[in-house]
């Protein structure tokens, strides 16, 4: 009965974080990091609480009935995982750096609007322990995510052609759907989405209408990261594909429905392409970026006609199901690519950077990928020079532990040469981390948080991959975070996407430990 009840409450808070919190508002955008904030403290403590009573009864009921709990909703609690212990050394190197740090009441909450502080990220390490305990599994909870999600989507495709289905006070370009800055919004999208999107890939087992509606999520997702607006979301495109690519070998089928899965995202792109044609004038964002180059170009759409080709040969061939050594392969020339790719971006920039080379003016677009200087990545190069500015004026221990959680900020503007670069490159906007997640961590947490913090996904990715074939849904969760830290190469944690990487870990570890030895 507890166990039931425990499941009840854990599914209860999931569906509430998951189809209300993206949709929470309180006076449109104009206080919404404070809003978002305090919907998901308030909602997210009382869960706490409530499972936090039914984990200690549960702990009684097994302390007097040994023959109790092994099968139903509760896997063991003193079962502990590799994934528990960095979550364990993430939350005490959290809690040493907030002790250390001088700005304490800055790292209690956090910085202002954006409140990724001593609070929130232990809050994310007792919800990953309870999640992962208490959740039983039920595939209902995706479909509830993924419903929520394309809601989002859909009306950001919407509000980027300038149709606003919900009014509000502030309505500009820069804000989108019902998640706020862009860049929020494509760190939503960039952990979220991939959940939907894997399970067409790798739901085999499911009905033709759910593969039909998950191949309409998909579509749905690609139409909104291309018709957003921002080239960051090319890194999780890529990260998505070459993850899901990754794994498809080890099934037929997945490797045909990893080929559907590349028409339909050539066609989305077109289909926003179609749109501004549509609505001409429609479009209220800049297309002198990666969208607009691949949305006002048939590049994609060849994608998709090769996507196409590739599904008629396999069909054709009937090839074989993938053996141990073909998998292999694949997978090392995936490596190689994947690795000729970045040399050669390296090489590109540091021609473009080091001698010049000069690009017209319709070519900006080219010029943020390959000029690594300030101005690189939207100001992203000056905000990443700060960083390494600032952690070399750090003593040894704010290096080992951090400057406070999330107080970058405070910290870099007390640097008085430091500062003044910040405030000549971004003026009286405040630059409140390095649009790098784990650089941004290296300053606020230190080495160890850092290191903790990464320990905790690679356990569980490791984890996850070795399982993977038992339970599939396995591989759902991997590609969620490999596609969140890919984006957030050049982006950072918020309260609308870091919850919910925390969240997905804590579903996933329950998955992974109802799995038999």
Request: charged content about 15%.
């Amino acid at each position: 009965m507890i166990k039931k009840a425990a499941n009840l409450f854990t599914t209860a808070y999931l569906l509430i974080i998951f189809c209300v919190y993206p949709f929470y508002l309180r006076s449109g955008y104009l206080d919404i990091g404070e809003a978002k904030n305090e919907f998901f403290l308030l909602v997210s403590f009382a869960s706490v609480g409530i499972m936090s009573v039914c984990g200690f009864l549960l702990l009684l009921e097994k302390f007097f009935r040994k023959d109790s709990g092994r099968e139903a909703y509760l896997i063991d609690w003193d079962k502990v995982s590799s994934t528990d212990l960095f979550v364990l050394l993430y939350a005490t190197s959290v809690f040493m750096s907030f002790v250390f740090t001088e700005y304490r009441e800055e790292a209690f909450w956090g910085t202002e609007g954006w409140y990724i502080g001593f609070v929130l990220l232990i809050l994310l390490c007792c919800l990953y322990f309870f999640i992962s305990r208490m959740w039983d599994g039920d595939r209902k909870v995706f479909y509830a995510l993924m419903v929520s999600s394309a809601l989002v989507f859909l009306l950001g495709i919407c509000n980027r052609f300038s149709v606003y289905p919900i009014k509000f006070e502030v309505t500009q370009p820069d804000f989108i759907s019902t998640l706020g800055n862009i860049n929020w919004y494509c760190g939503f999208l960039s952990v979220v989405a991939p959940v939907g999107i894997g399970l067409f890939v790798f739901g085999n087992e499911i009905t033709a209408v759910k593969k039909g509606l998950s191949g309409l999520y998909a579509v749905i997702a690609f139409m909104s990261g291309f018709a957003q607006g921002s080239s960051s979301i090319f890194l999780w495109f890529g990260a998505l594909f070459f993850m899901l690519l990754w794994i498809s070998p080890e099934k037929r089928e997945w490797i045909v429905n990893w080929l559907y899965l590349l028409v339909l995202w050539g066609a989305s792109a077109q289909l926003v392409r179609l749109l501004r044609h549509i609505l001409p004038g429609a479009y209220n964002y800049d297309l002198n970026n990666l969208c607009g180059y691949c949305t006002d170009s048939s590049f994609t759409l060849w994608i998709a006609f090769g996507g196409i080709i590739l599904l008629l040969a396999i069909k054709k061939w009937k090839i074989k199901e993938p053996d141990g050594n073909s998998i292999r392969k694949i997978r090392t020339a995936l490596l190689l690519l994947i690795s000729a790719l970045i040399l050669a971006w390296i090489i590109t920039a540091i021609l473009f950077t080091g001698r010049g080379i000069p690009l017209p003016e319709d070519k900006a677009v080219f010029r943020e990928l390959f000029y690594l200087d300030e101005n690189w990545g939207n100001g992203r190069g000056a905000a990443i020079l700060a960083g390494f500015q600032t952690f070399k004026e750090m003593p040894f221990l704010h290096k080992l532990i951090g400057v406070g959680p999330d107080c970058f900020s405070q910290y870099a503007y007390s640097l008085p040469e430091v500062a003044e670069g910040l405030r000549s490159s971004f003026g009286s906007s405040r630059l409140t981390n390095v649009h790098n997640e784990l650089f941004t961590a290296l300053l606020n947490t230190g080495v160890l948080g850092v290191s903790f913090y990464i320990g905790i996904f690679v356990s569980f990715v490791k984890g996850c991959m070795k399982k993977g074939k038992e339970n599939p849904a396995l591989y759902v969760f991997v590609t969620c975070i490999i596609c969140y830290f890919a984006h957030n190469m050049i982006s950072f944690a918020q309260i609308l996407n870091l919850p919910f990487l925390f969240i997905l870990l804590g579903m996933g570890e329950a998955v992974r430990r109802r799995i038999k030895e």
